[in-house]
């Protein structure tokens, strides 16, 4: 049988994962490209004007990688309110108009029509594996993101506190790696604990001044740094740690399994009293998070969506509202193609001071 | 003690579903206030208002709130989020009662009741009940109500498949505007709330009219056949129901009107469900090589602008069938 070869958007280190989730199924898996300026420019052009950033990201990416030849693309799907749920529909429907013949394999959330979800899987299992090698495969890989998420976590708590500027940085893209390569779950666990030893051996200074800044938004933007010109580092760099709310850890747990995460069901309950209804894409939590983020202390929250992102925009509504109420500063980025990154950093550069200026403020007085 | 006031705002919902409410209030004699028609100044009141990032459809209704909020004694923001059972309302529909009470401060109450006809809680029938007890009433009464609003809610949408095109004003006793029939047939499709909304459409219904042309729009084909039409693709439909109303319409009318002459669609700057409604009908009508024309509405279009446009558009058609 003719080995397929497929590609998928780009998201963050996860890439690595589905790459070895999807070598393990049979295929010649065609890296996406990291999203860049071309990327954006391909996806700008041929994408609707009024679509959102994530969607026109995505396109581009297929169009930079689909002339490597690719016979499928799998991603995922959803159901709304949210329009990613119809991207994929979307973006076969364009390329197929150029004159792409890929086929997409859409997975929707299990949740909602398990056999459905079974189908497509069968489907993207063409080699037909038993169902338990499938499951020792995400297993393996499952293992893989995890460790991913736990490495980017660490970073982002010892950046802005290394002595020496961009230390963490690139210690951090070199471990990474060991993870990369790793395949059993043996050689994860252990690339995982070499990653983090050598991130503990960067010189830092624990007793600083560090203010906290929880950060939530629309999954994509908040996930694939080429997307928010690295706002992580940047934050990092001024001397904040960033929590984000995020993590595909989180999240496909509580897309997959019926019992949902302790976690998102606080995060739902907090979200409640400002805004009772699921209104698609990540509104609620980001509503919900800030009000967590504000009950364990931290000194200010930056959203991030997508330009013309509507759960965001009731989302940040509500929250000028809680700002004021609870006198916590929120910064709010819609990013479009037009966003610069030098006025971006301009803007956390004043936000992180105002932090900083109200934690001195706070620790005077007491 | 007087008998409350109840505000309405003559936008989104106001064009889909007002007979249905106006049945129900007027059943329990409870006094209603519609907003004035749209006009520049509460445009502009809204855009001050709203978040800038916002689309424009939330940037009028804001700006109808705004009108409304000192002269009534409750406003009326009921969270629809299904109806047909198969669709739900765009995110900015369900988070609308939160967007505007923490927008304005010195509100009178909102009333705020879900309803979902996907499950036996919020369906239409039960949050009738509760709003009618809400102001007193038995459930009887409050039945009786929601029959009156269904009734009318019918003879509303009777009269939209015949072509009556409610411009400003929604009036199920009297409905003026009838469309003109004529073998010019032209498909003006968008969201209720821009195609009857006679400042927003920036006049191009009445535009059509005065030049002769039948206009087809999404709410004249009834929603048994249009559920026929629903899937864009061989898997999907679209998810929100003013969007699966306008592309089923579309997917309806390219296949069953053989003189259908063109299409427009008629859509708001910022939104966000569109894009995806556009490129697709974009796609299918080049396909069949019927001409089609998206106009794109922001709190800048001027009248003489989209005017020209449409007078282009339909002398190209002219032109061409020739
Ligand atoms: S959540 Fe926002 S950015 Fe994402 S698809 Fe929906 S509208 Fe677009």
Redesign the interface.
Known sequence: MKTLRITFPYMGNYVHAFRGLLEDLGYEVVMPVKPSKRTLDLGVKYA?????LP?KIVLGTYLETLPKGVDRIVTSGG?????A??YA??H???LK?MGYNVEFI?LEPPLVDLKGFYKTVQKLNYKNYSLWYIYKAIKRNWRKIKALDTIEQKALFLRPRELKKGSVSAKYKEVLQYVINAYSEKEIDEAEQEALKQLDKIPVDLEKLVVKVGMVGEIYVLLEPSSNFEIEETIGHLGAEVKRSMFLTGWTRDNTLPGKSEELVSVKAAAKP????????H?QDSIGNAILYIKQGFDGLIQLAP?????E??A???L??ISQEHNFPILTF?LDEQTGKAGMETRLEAFIDLLKRKKLQKLSKS | MNAPVIGIARTLNYYAYYPFWQGFFDSLNLKTVVSSPTTKEILDQGVKDALAEACLPIKLFFGHIATLKTKVDYLFIPRIVNLNRKTVYCPKFLGLPDMIKYSYENLPPVIDIRVDNRNLKDSLLISSLKLASFFGFSKLQGFKAYREGIRRQNLYENLLQKGYLPVNEVNVNSPKLFSVKSSFKIALLGYPYLVYDNYVNLKILEFLHKNNVQVLTAEQVPWPIRNKYAPFTNKKRLFWTFSDRVLSSFQYFLKNVPDLKGIIHLTAFGCGPDFIVDRIMEIDAGEQQIPYLTLTIDEHTGEAGLVTRVEAFLDMIKRKSR
């Open positions: 609707p004007e009024f679509s959102c969607y159901v709304g309110p949210c329009r749920g119809l529909s979307l076969e429907k364009i108009k859409v400002y805004l009772p209804e699921l209104i698609g894409g509104g330009f013309t992102c509507i759960p925009i009731v940040r509504t509500i000028t509202k819609f």
